[in-house]
């Protein structure tokens, strides 16, 4: 009979601090997330020096909680599987640290994740279906990548943003119209109750799928700054619907290229209700299957890593006790 695998995820990149314990990579026996946001709303962005020290104040306690709600103790866990990047180093440094002190003291394997591999895995937990070959776009606020999923441990990069990640563009958009961190939400809900009315530039390269969002956040700064009584809400839809396009025209392109019928959104930004619903929609229309996580998977969360890391362990990818923090790891 096949034996059950436990992964114990730690996930620390930003601003949230989370352990989760996942059976056999898709079953979620716990997912505890002990947020930050209330803390750095204040400052109108992540502090990474408030970051970490949240972190170490936050990890034994989450972890403890995380082993209780899966109703299991550390002897069960065959793999203890952090987050070692992409993020900021001290907070990923405090993740890192603390799972490399339990399987140093556990006698357990250490299985470092890729936080993007992550994302990707989240769908994988909503979907216990999906399997790879698959193309995933991950929209979050440090990526705007797409990425051909060959297998659970084997990707190849088709297009990266050249400058800001949607998610950051996202967040400085509302910033400068007035919106509180994170700005993402709050754009996407006051876009509702605006009007597609405002032509923005939309950038695109003639022998790339990379993808470009400088230039319609500058605009969109510009044009708030001529004309700070321009109605908001329009503002918002009309930025929402450029960069959706942006991200529908390129990721069409992909697909055809790939000739894969199978696409997956990953990343704070799948979240979106307008950009899920329109993915949704060129779905239908192209005959091709959209998979996205439940709105919980889609923000930075333990479950997510500890699916990616028991992908890692099956593979045989275990790290040893000199795995350290990469801020700007690739995947």
């Avoid at 510009?222 to 809400?233: E, Y």
Wanted: net charge negative; hydrophobic share 40%.
């Amino acid at each position: 009979m096949k034996k059950d695998i436990y992964t114990l995820g730690i996930e620390s990149s930003c601003d949230e601090t989370s352990v989760s314990v996942v059976k056999n990579g898709r079953e979620v026996l716990s997912n505890v997330i002990h947020s930050q946001i209330d803390i750095h709303k204040q400052f109108g962005g992540v502090v990474p020096e408030i970051a970490s020290r949240n972190h170490v104040e936050a990890i034994s306690t989450v972890t403890k909680e995380a082993l209780e709600m899966a109703g299991i103790g550390f002897d069960k866990i065959d793999a203890i599987c952090p987050t070692y990047g992409p993020g900021l180093v001290g907070a990923l440094l405090v993740g890192v640290a603390y799972a490399k002190a339990l399987a140093y003291a556990l006698n357990k394997p250490l299985v470092g994740v890729n936080h993007i591999q992550g994302h990707i895995a989240a769908n994988y937990i909503s979907h216990p279906e999906l399997e790879p070959p698959f193309l995933c776009l991950v929209i979050s606020g440090g990526h705007t990548h797409l990425i051909h999923i060959k297998d659970y441990t084997e990707f190849e990069i088709l297009a990266r943003t050249r400058d800001d990640a949607i998610g950051e563009a996202f967040d400085k958009v509302a910033r400068v119209i007035g919106l509180s961190y994170p700005g993402g939400p709050k754009i996407d809900k006051l876009a509702k109750e605006g009007e597609e009315n405002i032509n923005l530039p939309q950038t695109y390269f003639e022998d790339s799928l990379d993808f470009s969002f400088s230039g319609i956040k500058t605009a969109v700064l510009n044009l708030h700054h001529k004309n700070p009584d321009v109605n908001k809400a329009d503002l918002c839809a009309s930025f929402e619907k450029a960069t959706t396009d942006m991200l529908l025209t390129n990721t069409k392109k992909a697909l055809k290229h790939l000739n894969i019928n199978k696409l997956a959104l990953a990343g704070g930004v799948s979240a979106n209700f307008y950009i899920r619903e329109n993915f949704l929609k060129m779905g239908e229309k192209e005959s091709i299957q959209v998979f996205y996580p439940e709105l919980k998977l889609c923000t930075d969360n333990a479950a997510m890593i500890a699916s990616a890391g028991y992908y890692n362990f099956l593979k045989g990818n275990i790290s040893d006790l000199s795995l350290n923090a990469i801020p700007n790891l690739k995947i």
